[in-house]
């Protein structure tokens, strides 16, 4: 499986190769964001690793433009800039994930399999019509990794597909926390209540009319999120 890291510290950007290499998969590098859109095009990489702070271009233009070539593509960010702002800033433009800096070698390893996983199941055969789920005035077509408010077309991520389709399948139940985590992020995955917080914070405001007040996902306070069919 083909890996595209895009990292300027060369040292760090060996380790992770190394790390990668060791776990099958075959890593094409880049140390800026120009060489690695360029590398993107012409190798078609299964899933990319990007560092947010490169020069040239940086790893969220990278994601961006990467983005528009590829809805599917896993991409996730790494950054020593931890801030909330940042991570949002990174999940609204496409990213699947956000690993701040330093990082262990397990979760790097671990985020990227989950992202992987994701993917393949959110392009799956939905068990619905024609892979849509109908939630209110949206169209949500998992295949395309698209959803629809009418003409207007709103892009998404595999990971995004996989919280609207858990909370679709419960419909009038609240879901977890935990289980949003097992189901959208991996069973292997580090759970962070705030990341699903700030994840979740992010696709209200592409799927909602109104994100202070919204009618797809409802929050559950000290549980989790529920979707109410009969209340759209």
């Known amino acids: 499986m083909s890996i595209l890291i895009a990292e300027d510290d060369p040292h760090l950007r060996a380790g992770i ?14 140390d800026d964001g120009a060489k690695a859109l360029a590398l993107f095009k012409a190798e078609k ?3 990319c690793v990007f ?23 896993p991409i996730l960010l790494l950054s020593a800039r931890g801030e909330e702002g940042d991570r949002v800033r990174g ?15 397990r979760e790097l390893v671990a985020r990227i399999k989950a992202a992987l996983r994701r993917t393949k199941v959110a392009g799956a055969p939905a ?25 207007h077309r709103i892009d998404l991520t595999s990971r995004e597909v996989a919280i609207l389709a858990a909370l679709y399948e419960r419909r009038g139940q ?12 991996g069973r292997d995955y580090m759970p962070n209540s705030r990341a699903l917080d700030q994840y979740v914070s992010a696709l209200r405001k592409k799927i909602e009319l109104d994100p202070a007040s919204p009618r797809i996902i409802r929050t559950v306070h000290g549980v989790g ?7 759209d």
């Not at 560092?51 to 593509?73: Q, S």
């Open 17 to 30: 190769v190394d790390l990668l290499s060791l776990e099958g998969f075959q890593c094409q590098v880049a």
């Open 45 to 47: 990489p299964e899933i």
């Open 51 to 73: 560092d947010v702070m490169m020069p040239v271009m940086d790893g969220l233009t990278l994601c961006r433009e990467v983005r528009r070539i590829d809805p599917l593509v």
């Open 91 to 105: 999940l609204e433009i496409g990213a699947d994930d956000y690993v701040a800096k330093p990082f262990s070698a």
């Open 127 to 151: 068990r619905n019509e024609n892979g849509r789920l109908h939630m209110g005035d949206l169209v949500i077509d998992q295949k395309a990794m698209r959803a629809y408010r009418g003409e």
């Open 174 to 185: 609240a879901v977890s926390r935990d289980e949003l985590f097992d189901l959208c992020w």
């Open 225 to 231: 999120y529920r979707y109410d069919e009969d209340e």
